[in-house]
């Protein structure tokens, strides 16, 4: 019996050229990179809309001009909408907190703003508030800004009468809301200046500064002291001190006079209605040492000489008196606020 012989089988063999294969994993990774794109696209809009990582609530606190359904208000407008059309802005992890700061601070008034999140689905903001110290007003007193301790001006004021608040105008300039009014040294030594002139009786109602430092204090009864901020408020105090207290000048008092301006150092001039004195020294300028304090305290000040003359001369018309300023007057002349 011959052995049975298995059939042939003609089997064909495929061959791929490098260029399909090629081809053929290049669709293969990019398939792959768009399923993991997809994927994590799909995890970043469901994960950033997860309840507990969505803010909807805006804690605040009323301050006293300043309500707390307005600053909620603002909160919200800012936290509307999403980044790029896919991330919500009320995703916690990426909310747009200086957006959110930069939009409260157009509120007139805040300041000291604070954002702050409690949790992934609640902010809360904080904020103190500008308060009125004086005001910032153009020429005509026709448009005027709140100012605060420091002299910025946060807020337009209304048609405000009497004299509460002191008005301050800077010559050639007009005020400006969100802008200082000086430099807040320049603001101080006008401050202390007028709490120096208050403990004494004699009240401030506006004061003007001009380009070269020369501030003009206009008094309730319309008189006027000059000064000027080169010098330091509280020996411009003292001068103004011994002055009044002399004997040739006791009888002053805002209303009675023009002006009196302490812009010289150790001649001060009064301008009265009958004619201009002058108080000075002939001698040689010696150093002045003065100090202040506003809290109630002692105030020592000391000059070393200042002699004592006194002439008449005439001219236009104007009678001019010098007297002098004692020095016994200046080492024991105290004021207290």
């Known amino acids: 019996m011959k052995p049975i012989r298995p059939k042939t089988v003609n089997r064909r063999h495929f061959y791929l050229e490098p260029e399909k294969i090629l081809i053929i994993k290049q669709v293969l990774l990019g398939l792959f990179l768009f399923s993991i794109v997809s994927l994590f696209l799909a995890g970043v809009w469901y994960g950033t809309r997860v309840a507990s990582l969505t803010i909807a609530n805006v804690e605040a606190v009323d301050s006293e001009t300043i309500s707390a359904n307005v600053v909620k208000a603002k909160v919200n407008d800012v936290l ?95 005020p400006q809301l969100r802008n200082s009014l000086m430099s807040e040294s320049d603001f101080t030594k006008i401050k202390n200046f007028n709490h120096l002139l208050a403990s004494s009786g004699w009240y401030v109602v506006e004061v003007e500064v001009d380009a070269v430092r020369d501030v003009f204090y206009l008094l309730g009864d319309g008189s006027e002291i000059r000064a000027t901020l080169e010098a330091d408020p509280n020996e411009t105090f003292a001068y103004f001190d011994t002055l009044r207290k002399s004997e040739e000048f006791t009888h002053l008092s805002p209303g009675n006079f023009q002006y ?71 080492s024991t002349a105290t004021t207290s606020q």
């Open 260 to 330: 009196i301006d302490l812009r010289f150092g150790e001649k001060v001039y009064v301008n009265e209605e009958n004619g201009l004195a002058v108080a000075s020294s002939t001698d040689e300028t010696v150093a002045t040492e003065v100090t202040t304090s506003l809290q109630s305290e002692d105030v020592a000040l000391a000059k070393k000489s200042i002699q004592s003359t006194s002439t008449l001369n005439v001219s236009d018309e104007e009678v001019v008196g010098i007297v002098s300023i004692d020095t016994a007057e200046m």
């Open 80 to 174: 509307v909408g999403e980044y790029w059309h896919f991330v919500p802005k009320r995703f916690s992890w990426f909310y747009p907190e200086e957006e959110v700061v930069k939009k409260l601070e157009e509120i007139e008034r805040i300041k000291d703003v604070r954002v702050e999140k409690v949790s992934g689905t609640e902010l809360n903001v904080t904020f103190s508030e500008y308060l009125p110290y004086a005001l910032w007003c153009n020429k005509e007193n026709t448009d005027c800004y709140f100012v605060d301790e420091k002299g910025f001006a946060f807020g337009r004021a209304p048609d405000l009468a009497g004299e509460s608040l002191v008005r301050y105008r800077k010559l050639g300039e007009e």
